[in-house]
Structures are given as C-alpha cells and as structure tokens.
C-alpha cells in the first residue's frame, strides 16, 4: 500500500489504472466518491496520519501495482540516481506535460512510492510508466540514442535530436556515473549565459524543464 493526500489528486485515482483500498477524509461529501469506503476523520486526525505539515483534506490508501514496461517509447528518460524525492517527482509531472509516457531509473533512484514524491508528481504518476532496472544493461540492448546531460557537453539549443532517444539525467551532486557516460552516444549541455561563474549547476529537475521545453519545442 502507498498513500496518496489531497483531494484533487484522489479524484484522479479511479481514472487510471490504480485502486484505492480506503480514503480518510475531514470531508467525505467534497470528494464524491461513493464507491469508495469513507471513514469521515477529524482535522487533527489527519494531521497524526498526514505526511504533510499542513494537510487539508483526506488521504486515500492505494494499492502498489505490478510496474508496466512499453518496449517501444520515442522519447524516454533515464534517472540514474536521484535521490531527492522533489527532484523525482517535478520530473514525472515534466514527463507528464510532455507527453513521454515511460521513466526508467537506477535501481538506487529514490522510491517513486515515497509520499513526498506522489505529493511533488501532483497526480502525473497516475499517467507515467515508471520502472526500476539496471540501467547500464537496458542501455546496452537499446538501440536508440543514449544522449547524457554533462557540463562539457554540446550547446544543446544547436543539438539536433533525433526522432527516437532516451535522455538521461545523473545524481544531484555526481552527475551520471562513469558505467553511464562510457554508453552516451551524445552530450548535451544548456549553456551559461550569465557572467557570474558563483552558480555552478542547475537543479537536475529545471534542467529536465529546460531541456524538454527545447526538444518539444522543435517537434
């Protein structure tokens, strides 16, 4: 079982292919959904049971599903060892908007399960394949373009994207791991136009913005 808080993003549930177990909720009538087991809960219940500081509404248990693994996807990422729950679930919600249907990650990338991530996804994990592998034998067997975000990389508003790739983003303060980077076909970086040199990187999930705003941008 996994939680989900929030009304708006519990309504989302019994759309996709997700099941919930049970809703507590401070407002049972506001969320509408009579099929459901409702225990009706006080505020200050829902604060004991919430992972929010400051929760408004209800928490709904799901049910963990088996992963779900497209073989043929245009446009994937590949997380190789996120590890801030924010980070994951800013880039679920990007992959959301942009349509790309399929992230895989490291088998050390935080859980996607994790609340803070389902809470940062804002319900986009209900639309986004998300699968755990051992990213260097998936990238070894794939036959796309393997192209990696890296500081030395080309100027990626002059890279020319191909049809079909994966694009893969590192940990936070290592960037992609050695094994990773041996297999890129292409490296892309988004250029500094500032003249301060004090920022030295940009938060892995705004990268992820940047660059998909770019790619889609040419489609």
Not at 90 to 110: K, M, P, Y
Request: glycine share 8%; proline share 5%; charged share 20%.
């Amino acid at each position: 079982m996994f939680l989900v808080e929030g009304n708006k993003t519990i309504k989302e549930i019994p759309l996709s292919r997700y099941k919930i177990s049970e809703i507590f909720s401070v407002n049972p009538s506001e969320l509408g959904i009579k099929e459901i087991s409702t225990t009706e809960i006080t505020p200050n219940e829902l604060k004991k049971i919430s992972f929010l500081q400051h929760p408004k509404d209800s928490v709904a248990v799901c049910e963990l599903l088996e992963p779900v693994f497209s073989q043929d996807v245009p446009v994937q990422l590949i997380l190789d060892g996120i590890q801030d729950p924010g980070n994951l679930g800013t880039i679920i919600r990007l992959a959301d908007w942009f349509g790309i249907e399929q992230i895989i990650c490291s088998e050390d990338t935080v859980d996607f399960y994790n609340p803070k991530v389902i809470q940062a996804s804002m319900g986009s994990f209900l639309r986004v394949n998300i699968n755990y592998q051992n990213i260097e034998n998936y990238l070894q067997n794939s036959g796309a373009a393997i192209i990696g975000t890296d500081m030395d990389g080309e100027n990626f508003y002059q890279f020319d994207f191909p049809e079909k790739f994966n694009l893969i983003f590192g940990n936070e303060g290592n960037g992609i791991r050695p094994n990773i980077e041996q297999l890129l076909t292409h490296k892309i970086t988004i250029p500094r136009f500032g003249k301060s040199k004090s920022t030295e990187s940009l938060n892995v999930s705004m990268a992820a913005g940047i660059i998909l705003g770019q790619i889609f941008s040419e489609k």
